[in-house]
T-cell receptor
Framework: EPEVTQTPSHQVTQMGQEVILRCVPISNHLYFYWYRQILGQKVEFLVSFYNNEISEKSEIFDDQFSVERPDGSNFTLKIRSTKLEDSAMYFC?????????????FGNGTRLTVT | GQQLNQSPQSMFIQEGEDVSMNCTSSSIFNTWLWYKQDPGEGPVLLIALYKAGELTSNGRLTAQFGITRKDSFLNISASIPSDVGIYFCAGPIPLLNTGGFKTIFGAGTRLFVKA
């Protein structure tokens, strides 16, 4: 069964550094998302992306965050200058269509640790 | 904004027992989703519910979409050790600009199964 793949599985970085988290969504999916899960807490929506542009972003997704689909397969999340509170699991997800009957499929996440 | 409230927060049960957990919202959802998250992995879709009153099974799992469209429950029968994990309810919220959806999650029910 096709799956969403994320790399790296674990990223350790120093505060103030830039990180890029990478995702390869399922190939025929058109809607792409990033979610964040701080340890022990709920899965929080960050941003949705469709037709090469952001369709919605949450309050968490401030100017330090950006997303890009640089080619036909990758979908990246960049954090420009990481803060300690950015430490979390970051999940990429995709759905085939932006419809009610097209649920999200998640990758296994990147654990970001900011020191 | 719309929120999903899950209960209980955690459950400690004996192998073989049946489990029930639920999810409520103050506003209507047109789709309810149940995901399971194993440690260190992304959420995996268990059951999707699309019609009010719908009762759907997936193996030992059964979920129902409440008739008011403001609640759902998930039952697990004859629990086994690999049922351990976090169970999230989720629901899509329309994005007015693009016609797509973002999915929001409840805080999760942590299930512990003792062999």
């Amino acid at each position: 069964e096709p799956e969403v793949t994320q790399t790296p599985s674990h990223q350790v970085t120093q505060m103030g550094q830039e990180v890029i988290l990478r995702c390869v969504p399922i190939s025929n999916h058109l809607y792409f998302y990033w979610y964040r899960q701080i340890l022990g807490q709920k899965v929080e929506f960050l941003v949705s992306f469709y037709n090469n542009e952001i369709s919605e972003k949450s309050e968490i997704f401030d100017d330090q965050f950006s997303v890009e689909r640089p080619d036909g397969s990758n979908f990246t999340l960049k954090i420009r200058s990481t803060k300690l509170e950015d430490s979390a699991m970051y999940f990429c997800a995709s759905s085939e269509r932006g419809l009610l009957n097209s649920p999200l499929h998640f990758g296994n996440g990147t654990r970001l640790t900011v020191t | 904004g719309q929120q999903l409230n899950q209960s209980p927060q955690s459950m400690f049960i004996q192998e073989g027992e049946d489990v029930s957990m639920n999810c409520t919202s103050s506003s209507i959802f047109n789709t309810w989703l149940w995901y399971k998250q194993d440690p260190g992995e992304g959420p995996v879709l268990l059951i999707a519910l699309y019609k009010a009153g719908e009762l759907t099974s997936n193996g030992r799992l059964t979920a129902q979409f409440g008739i008011t469209r403001k609640d759902s429950f998930l039952n697990i029968s004859a629990s086994i050790p690999s049922d351990v994990g976090i169970y999230f309810c989720a629901g899509p919220i329309p994005l007015l600009n693009t016609g797509g959806f973002k999915t929001i999650f409840g805080a999760g029910t942590r299930l512990f199964v003792k062999a």
